[in-house]
């Protein structure tokens, strides 16, 4: 059972990227599937996030109106394509899955410690 996250790499400012999360061993229709980054010195945070039934992602602040997050549970991936990139960007990102059927929670009303996988995590790394 594991999560594998990919996509990242070296991009100039106001470039784009797209990063992938591909889930093995567990059915990804049945979580909500978090996206996180790290950046150097700093905290984790989330990014985005969507449950299975969602048609539409959440967006964290930083995320909104430049990052889409989509899925395709036939091919057990997610996506986050990141747009109009920016320095502050830089992190390493992290796709992670807590089960979610039956719940009526928002997928953002979940906490970092509810996602029982997590994937490796991709370096995203924005500058000129």
């Known amino acids: 059972v594991q999560l594998q996250a990919s996509g990242g790499g070296l991009v100039q400012p106001g470039g784009s990227l797209r990063l992938s999360c591909t889930a093995s061993g567990f059915r990804l229709d049945n979580y909500a599937i978090g996206w996180f980054r790290q950046a150097p010195g700093k905290e984790r945070e989330g990014v985005s996030c969507?449950?299975?039934?969602?048609?539409?992602?959440y967006y964290a602040d930083p995320a909104k109106g430049r990052f889409a997050m989509s899925r395709d549970n036939a091919k057990n991936t997610v996506w986050l394509q990141m747009s109009r990139l920016k320095p502050e960007d830089t992190a390493v990102y992290y796709c992670a899955a807590v089960y979610a059927v039956g719940s009526n929670s928002y997928c953002s009303g979940y906490g970092q410690g509810d996602y029982k996988y997590w994937g490796q995590g991709t370096l995203v790394t924005v500058s000129s």
């Open positions: 969507m449950k299975s039934s969602d048609v539409s992602a």
